[in-house]
């Protein structure tokens, strides 16, 4: 394999290690990442690594200060909302899509997550879940751009919503459950207005709420 084809492969695989750590919350918002010990953990070079984290901060997911270092980017209540309110738009849409293509298996399985889901009360498996949950209902469609859009916007937030998920009383477990059992009984009724409708009133009703908390967006390190 060329050198360049090569350090690129290598990239991609040190960026999908990155990523995962960040969405698993190994990484916060704010904390440094050292290039040194993602070249000795990874087994790569410092240059993959570095095009690695070129690679995340064009996602939105690393900040890249020259001469300084990186850091996990942090998102301002300001901002996260911004995000909700296009998650809130662009949502409903790749449902509406992807809705008339999930089979009975995808189905069956959104039904075992929505049954699930209410069975824990760990934080880190209904995340786990949740985000399962409503990714697979957007895979009954290809798209040029909307897929990977969706896909962003869960990754940046996904760290706020971690944090809120663990102040969630049992009243909003209740009404998060029951909306996701609705989307799904929608989806089953091949009633695409409705699971459009309720997964932008689902994902309206978590906006207001991190609004709500604003010490979520409490940050370490970032310059």
């Keep these: 394999m060329p050198p360049a084809r090569e350090h690129g492969a290598a990239a ?9 750590a960040i969405i698993r919350g190994e990484h916060a918002p704010g904390a440094r990442i050292r290039q040194e010990e993602l070249a000795l953990e990874s087994g790569a070079s410092r240059v993959p690594v570095r095009e690695a984290l070129r690679m995340l901060e064009a996602e939105g997911l690393v900040t890249l200060v020259a001469n300084t270092g990186a850091w996990v980017s942090s998102l301002s209540l300001a901002e996260c909302q911004e995000i909700y309110r296009v998650r809130e738009r662009v949502e409903p849409l790749l449902l509406r899509m ?9 189905l069956e399985r959104l039904e075992a997550l929505a049954a699930r889901m209410p069975e824990s009360d760990d934080p ?3 995340l786990e879940l949740d985000r ?21 916007l869960w990754n940046r937030t996904q760290a706020y919503r971690r944090v809120y998920t663990g102040l969630m009383d049992a009243r909003a477990r209740c009404t998060v459950h029951d909306e996701h059992r609705l989307i799904v009984g929608a989806l089953r009724d091949h009633d695409i207005d409705a699971a459009e409708s309720m997964l ?18 409490a940050v370490g390190d970032e310059p």
Excluded: K, N, W
């Design 12 to 20: 991609a695989h040190v960026a999908d290690l990155i990523r995962e």
């Design 98 to 106: 992807s809705g008339p293509g999930l089979d009975e298996p995808a």
């Design 124 to 126: 880190e498996t209904f």
């Design 132 to 152: 399962e949950f409503h990714l697979l209902t957007y895979t009954g469609t290809t798209t040029v751009v909307l897929t990977e859009l969706v896909h962003r």
């Design 200 to 217: 932008a009133g689902h994902i309206r009703r978590t906006r207001r709420q991190l609004a709500s908390h604003p010490e979520v967006f």
